[in-house]
């Protein structure tokens, strides 16, 4: 029997902005891996059907219609249910792989770690899931985290799982792309006990990328997650 199995509450996160086309099924592969009590869908200011096709894939959904993926993500976890242990994050976009989510969930079930963070880049990624850009990020993030915590990481991979007591404890404030960063960088910081795992990645399922599809994208969400490395860097303990 997997360790998940131990854990009396599971929660899954997905910010979604305008994924009208993949989120439907994104929720539905999400319930099937039967391992959630509940589902979220954050719709994060959509101008399509992102909300409707959320619900009729079975997932609740509640608006944060300030943009912004940080807003998003800090919007899912306040409307937690009170009985949530672990909560679990992945992108809308159909490029995560939930099928993988004991992965995740097992070492925390097993109380070894308190955050497990899935690495695209240690894993099987279809062709052309990843640029050579977000590859390069991780991985230098990574380096640099090593340095400041003594924490290696090779990726900031949105599909991860962490304590709920543990997450409240962090302190998030970061409200655009560089949550993910801010969230290693904090739970470094605090002692966490970290693991990263090999996941799988695909393309998107449908729809355009908001950060990678696009050159200004791709700048302006490097500019933030420099931001939030400098801000979280220097601020005091």
Same mark, same amino acid.
């Given at each position: 029997?997997?360790?998940?199995?131990?854990?009396?509450?599971?929660?899954?996160?997905?910010?979604?902005?305008?994924?009208?086309?993949?989120?439907?099924?994104?929720?539905?592969?999400?319930?099937?891996?039967?391992?959630?009590?509940?589902?979220?869908?954050?719709?994060?200011?959509?101008?399509?059907?992102?909300?409707?096709?959320?619900?009729?894939?079975?997932? =609740?959904?509640?608006?944060?219609?300030?943009?912004?993926?940080? *807003? @998003?993500?800090? /919007? %899912?976890? +306040?409307? !937690?249910?009170?009985?949530?242990?672990?909560?679990?994050?992945?992108?809308?976009?159909?490029?995560?792989?939930?099928?993988?989510?004991?992965?995740?969930?097992?070492?925390?079930?097993?109380?070894?770690?308190?955050?497990?963070?899935?690495?695209?880049?240690?894993?099987?990624?279809?062709?052309?899931?990843?640029?050579?850009?977000?590859?390069?990020?991780?991985?230098?993030?990574?380096?640099?985290?090593?340095?400041?915590?003594?924490?290696?990481?090779?990726?900031?991979?949105?599909?991860?799982?962490?304590?709920?007591?543990?997450?409240?404890?962090?302190?998030?404030?970061? =409200?655009?792309?560089?949550?993910?960063?801010?969230?290693?960088? *904090? @739970?470094?910081? /605090? %002692?966490? +006990?970290? !693991?990263?795992?090999?996941?799988?990645?695909?393309?998107?399922?449908?729809?355009?990328?908001?950060?990678?599809?696009?050159?200004?994208?791709?700048?302006?969400?490097?500019?933030?997650?420099?931001?939030?490395?400098?801000?979280?860097?220097?601020?005091?303990?």
């Amino acid at each position: 029997m997997s360790a998940s199995a131990n854990v009396a509450w599971v929660s899954v996160v997905i910010p979604a902005l305008n994924e009208e086309e993949p989120i439907g099924d994104v929720s539905r592969a999400v319930a099937a891996t039967h391992i959630p009590r509940e589902i979220i869908v954050v719709d994060n200011g959509s101008t399509d059907a992102t909300a409707q096709r959320a619900r009729e894939g079975g997932a =609740k959904v509640i608006s944060e219609p300030r943009r912004g993926y940080g *807003r @998003a993500c800090a /919007a %899912g976890i +306040r409307s !937690l249910s009170l009985e949530c242990d672990v909560v679990v994050s992945l992108d809308g976009d159909g490029s995560d792989c939930p099928e993988l989510m004991n992965q995740l969930i097992d070492p925390i079930a097993a109380e070894k770690y308190d955050f497990v963070i899935g690495s695209r880049t240690r894993g099987q990624r279809e062709r052309g899931s990843m640029n050579a850009q977000q590859i390069f990020a991780g991985r230098f993030a990574g380096w640099l985290l090593s340095i400041l915590y003594g924490v290696r990481y090779t990726d900031m991979c949105p599909f991860r799982a962490i304590r709920r007591d543990a997450l409240e404890r962090l302190g998030m404030r970061e =409200k655009t792309y560089g949550w993910n960063l801010e969230m290693q960088m *904090r @739970a470094a910081r /605090a %002692g966490l +006990r970290i !693991l990263e795992v090999p996941v799988n990645h695909r393309c998107r399922a449908g729809g355009k990328s908001k950060v990678s599809g696009t050159l200004p994208g791709t700048f302006v969400a490097g500019a933030r997650i420099l931001a939030t490395f400098l801000r979280v860097m220097l601020e005091r303990n």
